[in-house]
């Protein structure tokens, strides 16, 4: 295929003119032992066609049967979602060939998804609340795996042949779209990635998916259209499939609605297609227009039955969801006393679990933020690892925070602690005594130190008699000094007051 | 009278992925309709009040429970396999993309 | 003719306990019959010779170490396999070039039970392709013919099992019946055939047509080897979700009681009459007499949303069937062929497969329902073919209201002959008439032999309310034991010989 590049207005030139209508199909793979509709193991990373059952492979003569947790993981979803849960749905067969389609046809369901009417709360960067409705969220099974080989690029265009994996066959899928979301504007690209960066939270939350993006755990397909500012009727859509990482679905919603403005801008016509969105060259290219093939012919999958939602089943199910993360956030922040923008931070920085952790071990709000925030957050940086996969526990944090309110060490000591920490010396405690790091804390040897400096800069202490007591830094700065940093700075000024008679 | 034409069997015989040379598809469009002519009765007898069925002995709540079972080896899944390759089943080229 | 291969399987049951015979003896000797006459009939497409005599040496050794406590009473009693249902060791071809030399990784249910069971399989038997027929005539591996005028078909698509039977090749086998394909082979052959309770034998390893339809069961030359056979292949399967729990209920037993007195009989007015051979209705009447004189009840019964059957079931089946063989596209397993020309792609070559695999049949069935299901006709097709569907129930539930069984012919006529129909698809479906009936509804229904017309079988057809098979297997084997006491012995009796020697 030739890739004609797209025509893009700027940004800020379609927003001025249009108002962008976001849609998502949102596909969670869930983490059950065993797949949707056959007791093949559901795993990640096995050799190739090992995990198939005679039913994860399409053979002839076989059935599906329903995986009792695939369906207690839809409805928790539902749930989640806000969503009204089925009294009772059925399984549909949505018919189309594809290698990767062991049957060529995916049990989905069509008419009565398990949950419908949702709503939930996108939470953007700055603290803006925007509701997604959804409108509903069905269960389905995953295609194998295919491999284009022979091509250069190991994409689809140009490859000799394909290989096929049905280890993930028949992988259960729940499969959340939402209703049109119209009125984000110019803020639709960064609704685009909390939304989904909110969804995967939710399952990963609820633990019934790994949620790993780059494992393909959760895929997302977007749908953009625009209509011209003042009018309320939807333009035409395009889909874009796949878009797999939070940075690319932000990245390929702002691209489409440039090239959606380009085109009507132009005065031509939107045509509504698949694109694909290539992350190389940050645009969409053209797939498959709507044809008659896409005619599903769905109907009710004969081989299984009806599935039945009592009142207790759902209650049941209910009473297991675990605290939802925004609700968890307004707590939290309640219970630690942050700023909206201290909070804001913490979120962002991927380190409010660690710091509840922190918190609940013994350490004060206050700390645990300072530590996380500051030097746990840098060291992770350099490591270019999550703060919380550097290796640092809740106990560490509050060891190192009591050494320093015992006056045992002080904070650039504690930095120093907690290198050798990380190198796997041991307990901050043991670290301490090993190297000797304790600040100096016998005060005969402290106003040794402070005589000596209050004697070589005898016009600071004149000023710090006088009464200019902020003048004391230049006095503990030459303590520090002496002792190689290893004394109580807050001790050391309270000596030098004592010393000069000032209240301090 | 003929409701499925040449054109009308072609574009089924696509959706099935049934290969059909023009002479078939001209059988196949002739006998269709003769069927189609005889069972359409079918569309007028019941009203919207009678509900359809789609199962014979009406059932619900059939689970398995999540516990693995077993699994073919790769030598057994492949050992159908028109071609395959590096324990995966080799198909040519493939032309649409989804 | 030999004993061994004219004894009913519950007579061969019993002389192996009796150490009478071996279980060796009788396999050979029906795979000697099947050598002997099976080039003539063409029921098997696949004889399993050293595998049913591993297994009937594996009887008779553990009944000679005395373990024939251990043994099911079917033990050693030899079986033929429709060759649409799934089978470690044997090919699989359904009757399709496309499956050709496919062999299953994996047992059907019905498979593990007859093994469990140790019943020595004697091969695979010829069906249309698909199971898509009613004469056999559409198999891929040619026609079997039926034993009682080889110039006419078998019945479909369960002929082979139907003629393998009749023609004392097997004393049981295994049928499916989506639409009759178990009941009408059956009165065509003058051989007894159930269909059970939609759910009552485990669909799974049955190569599926239509899902709502389908169910395998019992084909043999007595009502109570059938009885004998659904209790060795019946009860539930967790592996097939439509499969029903309740227990079977005392099949062999219904049928060893063979008691109509007090039966009440409701005769389908809409199943008789106009388009039903004279010889046939002449043969149900006489039959209805003799149930009466037995002490039964007969009462007329309409159900007239049945005359929508037919059409309903050939929008219903279609429909299923499109989707449940696109499966075979060459990627996994069967047939891959390649497109003379042109590119060489994976569509293409799906294209290229299917349409030299499947057979005219198979190939309008499958347009018919992809045409039913497509975008705009669903509602007016296969979603008025649905309701239908519940309109035939509540007929069954009206006439079951009044009648404790309903019978009718099993089969508008008797078997015609090979090509008479095979360029009238109209004609040929029906056949399946009175039979179709039971499918949609998914009730259980018998055909037993019920006499000639014109030196060839007419089949009576019982149907009984959902699970209760177990009033099949009484009415059937009471019409069964009246009518051979007075022809003065099974009907079978009466066939032409085959193979020489009788
Ligand atoms: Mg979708
Ligand atoms: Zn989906």
Redesign the interface.
């Known amino acids: 295929m030739t890739a004609v590049t797209d025509e893009t207005l700027s940004f800020d030139e379609a927003m001025a003119k249009y108002d962008p209508v976001l849609g998502f199909e949102v596909h969670v793979e869930l983490n059950t032992r065993t797949k949707m509709f056959s007791a093949a193991p559901n795993a990640f990373g096995d050799e190739p066609n090992t995990n198939v059952s005679p039913v994860d492979l399409g053979l002839p003569g076989v059935l599906p049967v329903v995986n009792r947790a695939a369906v207690e993981y839809s409805i928790k979803i539902g749930l989640a979602l806000g969503c009204k849960i089925a009294p009772s749905c059925t399984f549909a067969r949505k018919n189309y060939f594809y290698p990767d389609t062991p049957k060529n046809f995916q049990t989905s369901q069509y008419e009565d998804p398990i949950a419908y009417d949702g709503a939930i709360d996108i939470e953007l960067e700055d603290g803006t609340v925007f509701t997604v409705e959804i409108e509903r969220a069905h269960m389905e099974e995953d295609a194998g795996k295919l491999t284009h080989m022979g091509g250069a690029t190991g994409r689809i265009q140009g490859a000799d042949f394909s290989l096929v994996d049905y280890n993930r066959a028949g992988v259960p899928l729940v499969e959340i779209v939402t209703k049109p979301i119209v009125g984000a504007g110019s803020r639709a690209p960064e609704l685009a990635r909390a939304y989904v960066a909110t969804i995967r939270e939710i399952v990963k939350n609820l633990g019934v998916s790994d949620a790993r993006m780059e494992r393909g755990n959760v895929r997302c397909d977007a749908n953009v259209s625009l209509m011209p500012k003042g009018s309320a009727t939807f333009g035409t859509r395009s889909e874009t499939k796949n878009v797999n990482s939070l940075r690319a679905v932000e990245r390929a919603v702002r691209y489409e609605i440039q090239r959606h403005a380009a085109v009507l801008e132009s005065g031509q016509k939107v045509t509504q297609e698949t694109r694909h969105w290539h992350e190389d060259t940050r645009s969409t290219t053209a797939g498959r227009p709507k044809s008659d093939a896409d005619d599903y012919r769905y109907f009710p999958e004969p081989d299984l039955v009806p599935v039945v939602t009592s009142e207790e089943w759902i209650e049941e199910l209910r009473a297991q969801l675990p605290e939802p993360p925004a609700e968890r956030r307004r707590r939290l922040k309640e219970a630690w006393g942050y700023s909206d923008a201290e909070f804001r931070d913490v979120v962002n920085a991927g380190v409010m679990d660690s710091i509840e952790e922190t918190i609940a071990a013994g350490a004060s709000a206050a700390a645990a933020r300072k530590w996380w925030m500051g030097e746990v957050s840098r060291r992770a940086k350099e490591a270019e690892v999550d703060p919380a996969e550097l290796g640092i526990t809740a106990a560490t944090i509050v060891e190192l925070d009591s050494l320093i309110r015992a006056g045992k060490i002080n904070d650039k000591l504690a930095r120093k602690v907690l290198e050798h920490v990380l190198a796997g010396e041991g307990t901050p405690a043991e670290v301490v005594q090993q190297h000797g790091m304790a600040v100096v804390s016998d005060d005969a040897a402290l106003l040794e130190a402070i005589d000596a400096a209050l004697a070589a800069q005898p016009d600071v202490a004149e000023k710090i008699r006088g009464g200019k007591v902020q003048a004391a830094g230049a006095i503990v700065g030459g303590v520090m000094k002496a002792t190689r940093g290893q004394a109580d700075a807050g001790r050391v000024r309270e000596l030098i007051f004592e010393r000069l008679g000032v209240a301090g | 009278m003929s409701e ?1 034409n040449r054109e ?2 072609a ?10 040379t023009a002479e078939e598809l001209d059988k ?1 469009a002739g ?2 309709d ?3 002519d ?9 009203g919207d009040d ?25 030598e ?8 395959a ?14 | 003719m030999n004993e061994l291969i004219s004894s009913s399987a519950a007579d061969l049951a019993a002389k192996l306990a009796a150490k009478e015979v071996s279980a060796v003896e009788v396999t050979q000797a029906h795979l000697d019959r099947i050598a002997e006459v099976d080039g003539e009939v063409n029921a098997f497409l696949h004889v399993n010779t050293e595998e049913a005599l591993a297994v009937a040496a594996e009887v008779d050794a553990l009944r000679a170490g005395g373990l024939a406590g251990e043994l099911h009473a079917l033990a050693g009693v030899p079986i033929a396999i429709k060759d649409l249902i799934v089978t470690i060791g044997q090919p699989t071809t359904a009757g399709s070039k496309m499956l050709e030399g496919w062999m299953s990784p994996y047992d059907a249910t019905v498979i593990s039970r007859i093994r469990e069971a140790r019943m020595p399989m004697l091969g695979k038997t010829n069906l249309d392709e698909f199971a898509m027929g009613s004469s056999t005539e559409h198999s891929a591996y040619g026609p079997t013919r039926n034993p009682w005028d080889l110039d006419r078909i078998p019945g479909g698509s369960g002929g082979g099992s139907a003629a393998a039977v009749a023609a004392y090749e097997a004393p049981l086998a295994l049928g499916t019946d989506t639409g009759g394909s178990i009941r009408q082979p059956a009165a065509v052959t003058g051989s007894v055939g159930v269909k059970p309770t939609y759910g009552g034998v485990s669909r799974y390893g049955a190569i599926a047509m239509a899902s709502s339809l389908d169910q395998i069961g019992p084909v043999s030359r007595t009502v109570l080897d059938s009885a004998l056979l659904h209790e060795v292949i019946g009860g539930h399967d967790p592996a097939d979700s439509t499969s029903l729990t309740d227990p079977l209920g005392a099949l062999a037993e219904a049928a060893r009681s063979a008691d109509v007195a007090g039966l009440r009989i409701g005769v389908v007015r809409e199943l008789q009459g106009e388009g039903y051979d004279a010889g046939v209705q002449q043969r149900f009447d006489e039959s209805l007499q003799l149930l009466r004189g037995a002490g039964a009840e007969i009462v007329e019964v309409s159900c007239p949303n049945f005359r929508y059957a037919l059409g309903a079931y050939y929008l219903i089946m279609p429909s299923e069937a499109s989707s449940n063989l696109a499966k075979f596209d060459g990627v996994r397993y069967g047939l891959r062929v390649l497109p003379e020309d042109g590119p060489m792609t994976i569509e293409r070559v799906m294209g290229a497969t299917r349409a030299a695999g499947f057979g005219d049949e198979v190939k309008r069935r499958i347009i018919l329902g992809t045409y039913a299901l497509s975008a705009g006709y669903y509602d007016a097709y296969y979603g008025s073919a649905q309701k239908v569907r519940t309109l035939v129930q509540r007929d069954f539930e009206a006439a079951f209201a009044q009648a404790d069984v309903l019978v009718s012919p099993t089969a508008p006529t008797t078997a015609f002959r090979l090509g008479e129909k095979l360029d009238d698809p109209l004609a040929m479906y029906l056949n399946d008439v009175a039979t179709i009936p039971a499918n949609l509804a998914g009730v259980p229904g018998i055909s037993v032999p019920g006499g000639l017309a014109d030196g060839l079988p007419v089949g009576i057809q019982f149907l009984a309310p959902a699970r209760e098979d177990v009033r099949l297997y009484r009415a059937g084997a009471a019409l069964e034991a009246l009518l051979e006491e007075k022809w003065g012995g099974p009907l079978l009796a009466q066939a032409p010989v085959l193979g020489g020697v009788k």
């Open positions: 499925i009308a069997v574009h089924l015989a696509r959706l099935a992925h049934i290969e059909m196949m006998e269709l003769v069927i189609v005889s069972i359409k009765t079918v569309s007028e007898v019941a009678v509900p359809a069925t789609s199962h014979p002995i009406p059932l619900a709540n059939v689970f398995r429970e999540d516990v693995p079972g077993a699994t073919l080896t790769n057994q899944a492949l050992s159908g396999a028109p071609d390759e590096d324990g995966r089943f080799k198909v040519p080229a493939i032309l649409d993309e989804e």
